[in-house]
């Protein structure tokens, strides 16, 4: 079984950046097409980025494309959420997926962290 915990959130100004990291665990690891999700206070949780098992493919909601970039280290069994140029609409919980199929979709990752949360102020 694999779990995931997330790391790196927190409170950032506008315009600034901050670096999510997601730690997974369990041998299945490398089976896993992984991704980020966020939920806004009040608004339904939404995909932000995935990334393919060996890396070679990334797909990002246009919400934050070009300004956030997704990797992963697999020798270290990582994700990171590289944001930058933050806005205060990016202010959620961030989430860390894992799944089988490559999807924007929640109901294809079946693993989840517990969110970290990022703030981003005036």
């Known amino acids: 079984q694999v779990q995931l915990v997330e790391s790196g959130g927190g409170l950032v100004q506008a315009g600034g950046s901050l670096r999510l990291s997601c730690t997974a665990s369990?041998?299945?690891?490398?089976?896993?097409?992984m991704g980020w999700f966020r939920q806004a206070p009040g608004k339904e949780r939404e995909f932000v980025a995935m990334?393919?098992?060996?890396?070679?493919?990334?797909t990002y909601a246009d919400s934050v494309k070009g300004r956030f970039t997704i990797s992963r280290d697999n020798a270290l069994n990582m994700i990171h959420l590289q944001m930058n140029s933050l806005k205060i609409e990016d202010t959620a919980v961030y989430y860390c997926?894992?799944?089988?199929?490559?999807?924007?979709?929640?109901?294809?990752?079946?693993?989840w962290g517990q969110g970290t949360q990022v703030t981003v102020s005036s």
């Open positions: 990334i393919t098992r060996n890396g070679e493919s990334t």
């Open positions: 369990g041998r299945t690891y490398m089976w896993y097409v």
């Open positions: 997926a894992g799944g089988n199929v490559q999807s924007t979709l929640e109901k294809w990752y079946g693993v």
